[in-house]
């Protein structure tokens, strides 16, 4: 099974400013159609799940565009160009190239 | 617009079986895969198990034996089946469609 490894599994920032969280993979998720199935997630607390970003950059309806995803092959960013306080929660990766998919074990967004 | 809501029992006895639904609309389930995702209090999101638009379901390796997905298209319903269930499956349990997500439904396993 592919294994997604998150880092930091912590995260505190001040309101406006940039993070980023990384997304490594134990195998490289192109598929043969050329193709990389990556998602991130948030979840604010008490919440369910909502989709940020697809097929690794691309962003989902509705999201504010200061959430971009980048990366290839093994190695994925998500990135937050000025956090802003609804952005605390626990955001996730998940592949969807080779099953079973898996998810990333999560990266605690704290505000101070 | 796209809608998920999960449904079952919040409560189920050691060793049986759990029966959820996820009852969409919105969409065709011929169309688009569901996915299955659980979450123990205070952890983080396991991927369960999906069924693509096609109807061919893959699970998670570790809960393979135990679990079964399949639907009903002309209800726009997916059913999750897990048997002898132990009290590590207490559980928010979603479904989704990768972009939308269910509320979730609590499934605590207790006798």
């Known amino acids: 099974d592919v294994v997604l490894t998150q880092t930091p599994s912590t995260l505190s920032a001040t309101i406006g400013q940039s993070v980023s969280i990384s997304c490594r993979s134990s195998?490289?998720?192109?598929?043969?159609?050329?193709?990389?199935?990556l998602y991130w997630y948030l979840q604010r607390p008490g919440q369910s799940p909502q989709l940020l970003i697809y097929?690794?950059?691309n962003l989902g309806s509705g999201v504010p565009n200061r959430f971009s995803g980048s990366g290839s092959g093994t190695d994925f960013t998500l990135k937050i160009s000025g956090v802003e306080a609804e952005d605390l929660g626990v955001y996730y990766c998940m592949q969807a190239t080779h099953a079973p998919l898996t998810f990333g074990s999560g990266t605690k967004l704290e505000i101070k | 617009q796209v809608q998920l809501k999960e449904s079952g029992p919040g409560l189920v006895k050691p060793s049986l079986t759990l029966s959820l639904t996820c009852t969409v609309s919105?969409?065709?389930?011929?169309?688009?895969?569901v996915i299955w995702v659980r979450q123990p209090p205070g952890k983080g999101l396991e991927w369960m198990g999906v069924?693509?638009?096609?109807?061919?379901?893959n699970y998670n390796s570790a809960l393979k034996s135990r679990l079964s997905i399949s639907r009903d298209t002309s209800k726009s319903q997916v059913f999750l089946k897990m048997n002898n269930l132990q009290t590590e499956d207490t559980a928010m349990y979603f479904c989704?469609?990768?972009?939308?997500w269910g509320q979730g439904v609590m499934v605590t396993v207790s006798s």
């Open positions: 195998q490289s998720l192109l598929d043969s159609a050329g193709n990389t199935y």
């Open positions: 069924i693509w638009g096609n109807g061919n379901t």
């Open positions: 989704s469609t990768f972009d939308y």
């Open positions: 919105g969409f065709s389930l011929s169309s688009y895969g």
């Open positions: 097929l690794v950059s």
